[in-house]
């Protein structure tokens, strides 16, 4: 959706179109963006005023919103919907008068974006060991939340060692580790017990994309982060009958096709589709990106353009 969103946002409004972080955590797509006149920003200070603006799909603080607002920005909202639900959640049991314990990863886009909501009432968390550092005042409500691309079995260790430590704890009210995180996890752990190797394509910032990797790691079969079929080693496959391939969910079909296409070549593979879990959720474009879709659609607006 963030992609499809910043596509359209190029060719409604024309380049430049300013983004707010990389719209998706992989080196490719970004790269293809830029080319297409897309600027990438870490500070809202770097978009000139009244230009378009995209929000990644990462999500963003409320102060990084109001700052848009005061520049007087066209704004495209390409956050991922989970994420904005974590973010809803994090506001209400703020509301609530709760401590929110955040498990993620200090530096990811996603995590400053949602302790932005609540930043005096969130603590992160980064592993099951750091819980017994936590400081909470006396008679303290606690609630947790979670990173959406969070490996789901290291989520389950955290949030088992936060209900030791605090037995009431409020949970949030559905999970909040991403479907397409979930399913291409579980799909790497029952192909990691036929492969003698693993290969994820995806970028290394992509947490999603690192965590298949570790998963097929712990299990003790090999695997490799690529970005690209550029960066495959024939070196790994040694001795190798076996291969499983899967994906980060901001990788390119086609980078996939491509590695799979090397591999093919240079060793005579015979290719194998799994099926694990079919994904049939879909998110539409952002309700402000519609309306200006629709607007230009209108037969006023084309024949004005003409």
Same mark, same amino acid.
């Given at each position: 959706?963030?992609?499809?969103?910043?596509?359209?946002?190029?060719?409604?409004?024309?380049?430049?179109?300013?983004?707010?972080?990389?719209?998706?955590?992989?080196?490719?797509?970004?790269?293809?963006?830029?080319?297409?006149?897309?600027?990438?920003?870490?500070?809202?200070?770097?978009?000139?005023?009244?230009?378009?603006?995209?929000?990644?799909?990462?999500?963003?603080?409320?102060?990084?919103?109001?700052?848009?607002?005061?520049?007087?920005?066209?704004?495209?909202?390409?956050?991922?919907?989970?994420?904005?639900?974590?973010?809803?959640?994090?506001?209400?049991?703020?509301?609530?008068?709760?401590?929110?314990?955040?498990?993620?990863? %200090? $530096?990811?886009?996603?995590?400053?974006?949602?302790? @932005?909501?609540?930043?005096?009432? !969130?603590?992160?968390?980064? +592993? &099951?060991?750091?819980?017994?550092?936590?400081?909470?005042?006396?008679?303290?409500?606690?609630?947790?939340?979670?990173?959406?691309?969070?490996?789901?079995?290291?989520?389950?260790?955290?949030?088992?060692?936060l209900r030791e430590r605090f037995p009431e704890i409020v949970a949030p009210p559905s999970?909040?580790?991403?479907?397409?995180?979930?399913?291409?996890?579980?799909?790497?752990?029952?192909?990691?017990?036929?492969?003698?190797?693993v290969l994820v394509i995806g970028s290394q910032n992509s947490s999603n994309s690192a965590?298949?990797?570790?998963?097929?790691?712990?299990?003790?079969?090999?695997?490799?982060?690529?970005?690209? %079929? $550029?960066?495959?080693?024939?070196?790994?496959?040694? @001795?190798?009958?076996?291969?499983? !391939?899967?994906?980060?969910? +901001? &990788?390119?079909?086609?980078?996939?096709?491509?590695?799979?296409?090397?591999?093919?070549?240079?060793?005579?593979?015979?290719?194998?589709?799994?099926?694990?879990?079919?994904?049939?959720?879909?998110?539409?474009?952002?309700?402000?990106?519609?309306?200006?879709?629709?607007?230009?659609?209108?037969?006023?607006?084309?024949?004005?353009?003409?």
């Amino acid at each position: 959706m963030a992609i499809d969103a910043l596509d359209h946002a190029l060719k409604l409004f024309g380049a430049p179109v300013y983004v707010y972080h990389e719209i998706v955590h992989n080196r490719h797509v970004v790269a293809g963006f830029r080319e297409k006149g897309a600027i990438f920003v870490e500070r809202i200070e770097d978009v000139p005023e009244g230009s378009t603006l995209v929000f990644s799909a990462h999500g963003i603080s409320p102060e990084v919103r109001q700052a848009a607002a005061a520049r007087n920005l066209r704004v495209v909202d390409a956050t991922c919907p989970l994420v904005t639900k974590v973010h809803s959640e994090a506001a209400r049991f703020a509301r609530r008068g709760h401590t929110i314990l955040l498990i993620g990863h %200090a $530096d990811h886009d996603e995590i400053i974006g949602t302790m @932005g909501e609540a930043p005096d009432r !969130i603590q992160l968390v980064e +592993s &099951a060991e750091s819980v017994d550092d936590i400081a909470l005042p006396e008679g303290a409500s606690v609630a947790y939340l979670s990173q959406t691309t969070l490996s789901v079995d290291d989520a389950s260790r955290v949030v088992g060692r936060l209900r030791e430590r605090f037995p009431e704890i409020v949970a949030p009210p559905s999970e909040d580790i991403c479907y397409a995180t979930q399913n291409r996890q579980e799909a790497v752990r029952q192909l990691a017990r036929e492969a003698d190797v693993v290969l994820v394509i995806g970028s290394q910032n992509s947490s999603n994309s690192a965590r298949l990797a570790e998963i097929a790691r712990d299990m003790g079969v090999p695997s490799y982060l690529v970005d690209s %079929a $550029d960066e495959i080693s024939d070196r790994w496959f040694d @001795g190798v009958e076996t291969v499983a !391939i899967t994906a980060g969910a +901001s &990788a390119p079909e086609e980078l996939v096709q491509r590695c799979i296409e090397r591999i093919q070549h240079e060793f005579g593979a015979i290719i194998e589709e799994r099926t694990v879990r079919t994904e049939d959720m879909h998110f539409q474009l952002p309700v402000d990106l519609r309306r200006a879709m629709a607007a230009d659609d209108e037969p006023g607006q084309r024949d004005a353009a003409d």
